[in-house]
């Protein structure tokens, strides 16, 4: 590893993370905190305590990631390092900018959310009042997991039918519409939860009334989608389904940032870029000049 005018050549890349760690302290979540932990010990067991930064090395350890993560599990372990070697590049503690080195996924895993059948299915697969509010409510708000899980009943405003977002990205909160069929479900549901639990949606289950935890939501989303007859699936492609068919329908970009929760319209502008890939493929399959001349739809 090169480092940029270094007075210290003491300073090691695991001193520069605890660095990076101690300056974000107030900021950082301790589930954030320990998501940047696990990616920099994974990269440091590839590359070794003191590496050369250069595209090939990253290149390397993306390959070696592939072996035994998905091209988005790829992309998550990368965006984890990358965040802090972005504050080591801006702080001048390193000359390798890792803003040139290209993301690793492939555009054509990109998720683009699920169609108005598979909706139904997964909705319609939920066997009790609690799971059909909760998965009704992520497909129509597009609300973030975390953000789910704090929910309380409090928060709920039939009145309007808005939903105070008190624990989105980066502490900020927000207000986020619902729809009338989410309200029909959201009242079926809160006569059904336990008056003693704070939370709108707790465990029914195992430690009855307690909060959901992130590992029982994913593997509660994938049970209803198995259920549905659809392929595994967690609750960010959901938050997926909302954000295409919003914009699908003509939603404008800037609104679903705010509904989103999204810091920078950057972030947003890839929902934008998933319906206009939607909208070519369909018009491929509609246009009556294929149909005229191939007499059938092209594949």
Aim: proline share 4%; aromatic share 10%.
């Amino acid at each position: 590893m090169r480092f940029k005018n270094r007075p210290k050549p003491t300073v090691t890349l695991a001193g520069l993370f605890e660095q990076f760690l101690s300056e974000r302290a107030h900021e950082l979540r301790p589930r954030t905190r320990t998501y940047y932990s696990e990616c920099f010990v994974r990269f440091v067991r590839f590359a070794g305590e003191e590496p050369e930064l250069t595209r090939e090395l990253f290149h390397g350890y993306f390959r070696h990631l592939s072996e035994t993560h998905s091209a988005n599990g790829v992309l998550t372990r990368w965006r984890g390092i990358k965040v802090f070697l972005n504050w080591a590049y801006r702080e001048g503690h390193i000359e390798f900018d890792v803003n040139g080195v290209k993301n690793p996924r492939d555009p054509k895993t990109q998720k683009t959310g699920l169609s108005e059948d598979d909706v139904r299915a997964l909705y319609h697969a939920c066997l009790n009042e609690r799971d059909r509010c909760l998965i009704g409510l992520l497909i129509d708000t597009g609300l973030r997991s975390q953000e789910l899980r704090f929910l309380t009943p409090g928060d709920i405003d039939h009145r309007n039918r808005t939903i105070r977002v008190k624990h989105g990205k980066g502490g900020k909160e927000r207000k986020v519409p619902f729809s009338t069929v989410t309200q029909r479900d959201l009242r079926k549901g809160e006569a059904r939860r336990e008056p003693a639990s704070p939370w709108l949606f707790h465990n029914i289950e195992r430690s009855y009334g307690e909060q959901l935890t992130t590992t029982y939501l994913s593997r509660l989303v994938a049970r209803i989608a198995q259920r549905a007859g659809l392929p595994s699936m967690g609750p960010h492609l959901l938050r997926h389904t909302f954000a295409s068919s919003f914009l699908a329908q003509g939603g404008d970009s800037m609104f679903l940032k705010e509904l989103l929760g999204h810091e920078s319209i950057q972030v947003t502008q890839k929902y934008v870029k998933l319906v206009t890939t939607d909208v070519r493929r369909e018009h491929e399959l509609r246009s009556p000049l294929t149909k005229a001349l191939f007499g059938r739809i092209r594949n």
